[in-house]
């Protein structure tokens, strides 16, 4: 028998009950990556096309990227030769530097994942007066070695090539305190706008971390969100979840 595998969006919501309430996303398919801040939401496909969520209609955006983020930073993308993009007043601007992965959900800062897991961070500054190529881009060397990155109000969440899991509290000017090792292994980790942190570990299973707050940004402990099929990529915000298969 022929087995076809698809590439499938599920949207889960978190019901009054606290279990999770799942249901496919049918009008847009293939999808590869995808992030959500600050309300929205934003994906590219298989084919490298990045789309954003507008109300219910998903809308295809110019250019071809492996990569989208969207938060406090504006949007920004990584396409398949690892060039930095920012969009800006309806097109994608170029940016100076080289990242395999870019995160836009810190205090108005970006982070980013180089193509040999080294990791680097552009201040508030610079981030948000970034209209071209004329504008400076001070990007600042992050220790470590981490595949994939992402930040949120309460710190910065990180995961290596082991599927280590790893917090750092980073601000706007990219001065840090170093990282501090989080039990866990996750192949990818997300950090939502209002500090939730979720993650898929090597198997597709999909994990929230438990009592995230201003005072104890690390949390408490790992939960799992029940899915009935294998993930590998999802976005937490404002109580959404999205999930890719």
Known sequence: MRVTAAVL?????LAISH????????????????DAGL?????TDTSQVPYCLVGDEWIRLPGSLKHITVGPAG??????????????????????????Q???GGNQFIVGAYMKDSSFCLTSSATVGYKGPDSPLPWTGLPGSVKYYSCGPFGCWAVNKNDDIYIMSLNQDCQNKGWSHIDGKLSMIEVATDGSVFGVNSEGS??????????????TGWSNVPMCMIMKHGTYNLGHLWVIS
């Open 9 to 13: 969006l599920v949207l889960c919501l």
């Open 19 to 34: 279990a999770w309430d799942c249901q496919p996303v049918v009008d847009i398919k293939n999808l590869m990556q995808i």
């Open 39 to 43: 309300g929205q939401v934003v994906a």
């Open 75 to 100: 949007i920004w993308g990584i396409n398949k030769a690892d060039l930095i993009y920012k969009y800006v007043a309806g097109n994608w601007v170029q940016a100076a530097g080289s990242l395999k």
């Open 102 to 104: 870019v995160d836009a």
């Open 206 to 219: 999909v994990y929230t971390r438990d009592g995230i707050t201003a005072s104890k940004p690390e949390g």
